[in-house]
């Protein structure tokens, strides 16, 4: 595992990130919502990247894990920009975006923002326009009236709050209404027994996509983190795949 670095943004956040040099593309991991890099998947990843001499990067969101700032001042837009600059910093001329979850909704945002640096994309149960689809009437009455709102917690004892700037983001940055202008090779994991994202979400999203190769793979037995030794060897054998691909 290589060392934790820190990487400081214009306003002062700093950013936590492990980077391992290898061959390009480089592999980004992007967490979930409240996750952090030291996640089963994110490690697994740097674990296969070393063994297979492969670039890769995973980094907390600030007001996350190990980087600086408040949770409650995080967006969309903000995380992105923080990938967007360790991307830059780091030199990666060519990548291919992992986004669990929320980091899903990133990868896309950040796939975006790229353009020829992108070679590939792999989600792991995608969770884009989820302030959106995610959200009854009712909730998000509150979070446009400024009130935070608190979901029940099924990995932790702590209630997983909603922030008024989080979800005013998330509606501002919705993408599965319209098509997705990404043409690069996209693989789409999902498990059936996802109780947090519906699986059809992914279906969603792939026909919004732009691109003609793009792959959906479900789960049947699958929840939502995917992080079974089983479903982690799907996942890189995805990885692996479009990395042959891109070569």
């Not at 037995?221 to 042959?244: T, Y």
Request: glycine share 12%; aromatic share 6%; with cysteine.
């Amino acid at each position: 595992m290589s060392d934790i670095l820190f990487h400081t943004m214009p306003d002062g956040r700093n950013i936590a990130h492990r980077y391992l040099p290898g061959t390009s593309p480089a592999l980004v991991f992007l967490p979930g919502y409240k996750s952090d890099m030291e996640g089963g998947k994110a490690t697994a990843l740097l674990d296969w990247a070393q063994d297979n001499d492969r670039a890769c990067l995973l980094l907390d969101y600030s007001g996350c894990g190990q980087s600086s700032g408040d949770f409650a001042d995080g967006t969309l837009g903000r995380w992105c920009d923080e990938v967007l600059d360790l991307i830059s910093a780091k030199g990666l001329d060519r990548v291919i975006l992992v986004g669990s979850s929320m980091g899903g909704w990133l990868m896309l945002l950040i796939g975006l923002k790229l353009g020829p640096q992108l070679a590939g994309m792999v989600g792991i149960a995608a969770a884009p326009d989820f302030t959106d689809w995610g959200r009854s009437v009712q909730d998000k009455l509150r979070l446009r009236g400024g009130e935070t709102v608190f979901d029940e917690n099924p990995y932790g004892p702590e209630p997983t709050p909603i922030h008024p700037g989080f979800f005013l983001d998330g509606q501002d940055n919705l993408l599965l209404g319209d098509t997705i202008p990404i043409d690069c090779p996209v693989r789409l994991l999902h498990g059936q027994a996802d109780n947090d994202v519906p699986w059809d979400i992914s279906m969603r999203l792939a026909g919004a996509l732009r691109s003609d190769d793009v792959q959906v793979t479900l789960i049947k037995d699958g929840d939502h983190r995917l992080s079974r030794d089983r479903d982690i060897a799907l996942l890189l054998a995805q990885v692996d795949g479009l990395l042959r691909h891109a070569e």
